[in-house]
């Protein structure tokens, strides 16, 4: 089994930042991609941003330019630091990970969200 622990939620006004970050443990042999996930009020889980082991990276188009995702492979961790945050930027916000474990089983999990409240 592979656990995925969320931190780094909070309320914060418009304009100011916030650095989630998500540490995954258990049957791990390799981490594949890592990714970052919202979901708003009545709206559909939406893709926010990824990185692949070997740290490329990928972004929705409306955050571009104002959040960073980055993985510490060492630590089995992933990072997003939200930077010129919008009130549209209000989420629960879930981290996702595909790992493979020692019997080379291939795994997608997710962490248990963490909340994201961008105040005007």
């Known amino acids: 089994q592979v656990q995925l622990v969320e931190s780094g939620g909070g309320l914060v006004q418009a304009g100011g930042s916030l650095r989630l970050s998500c540490a995954a443990s258990?049957?791990?042999?390799?981490?594949?991609?890592m990714g970052w996930f919202r979901q708003a009020p009545g709206k559909q889980r939406e893709l926010v941003a990824t990185v692949t082991s070997g740290g490329a990276t990928t972004y929705t188009d409306s955050v571009k330019g104002r959040f960073t995702i980055s993985r510490d492979n060492a630590k089995n961790t992933v990072y997003l630091q939200m930077n010129s945050l919008k009130p549209e930027d209000t989420a629960v916000y879930y981290c996702?990970?595909?790992?493979?474990?020692?019997?080379?089983?291939?795994?997608?999990?997710w962490g248990q969200g963490t909340q994201v409240t961008v105040s005007s």
């Open positions: 996702n990970a595909e790992t493979v474990s020692y019997r080379i089983v291939v795994t997608t999990s």
């Open positions: 258990g049957s791990i042999f390799r981490i594949n991609a």
